[in-house]
């Protein structure tokens, strides 16, 4: 019986597969790199999708995107709901959470990942300059910037994906995917320009 017990341990061990977490922030209504973002989800074959924040509205800093729309990207997004773990951006609202199936109105969440947590936000509160407690080893992970970055800080991990939509500082339209502890971000043809090793 323990034999037993023992060798369906090590058939789950062995079988199973670490969750693959898609990162993506500042879509601002555009359901053309929404649709572009989506598809690539589906190739990366990740397990859930975290969205940083500053989904349907662009926001009246930003110029419109292309194919803004926001009430056909809550339909978009709301077919992954049951995939989507979501935060609220400076640009979202209550009434986009009514249009949408699935909550958005938290300003941060944690996710635990193995020996870690991953403190995920939007940044317009808490960022790089207003760090909540975390513990050594912990990510801290967000958006609004628009610049993607990948780096370690004292104990801290620090990673923002960028902008699927509006990236700045010369950065390309980017997304990024935590897998075998391993931070890529990566562009929109899957090309990888930054990493960070979660050690």
Do not use: W
Request: glycine share 6%; with cysteine; charged share 25%.
């Amino acid at each position: 019986m323990i034999e037993e017990a023992e060798s369906n341990l090590i058939k789950l061990f062995i079988g199973g597969r670490e969750m693959k977490l898609f990162f993506l922030s500042d879509i601002h209504g555009s359901v053309y790199y929404a649709k572009k973002a989506l598809d690539i989800f589906q190739k990366e074959g990740a397990d859930y999708l975290i969205l940083l924040g500053d989904q349907l509205y662009h926001g009246a800093r930003n110029p419109m995107p292309r194919e803004y729309n926001p009430k056909e990207l809550a339909a978009l997004l709301n077919q992954m709901k049951d995939k989507i773990i979501a935060i609220r951006g400076n640009c979202d609202s209550e009434v986009d959470e009514m249009v949408l199936d699935y909550p958005i109105m938290a300003t941060y969440s944690n996710i635990l990942y193995y020996n870690r947590r991953l403190f995920i936000t939007h940044g317009h509160l808490y960022n790089e300059n207003n760090l909540p407690e975390l513990c050594k080893g912990d990510v801290f992970v967000y958006g609004h910037t628009h610049i993607p970055v990948a780096k370690k800080e004292g104990d801290i991990y620090i990673m923002n994906p960028g902008s699927i939509t509006f990236p700045k500082e010369d950065s390309p339209n980017s997304y990024a995917i935590l897998e075998d502890n391993l931070f890529k971000i990566k562009d929109l043809e899957g090309n990888i320009f930054k990493e960070l090793l979660l050690e």
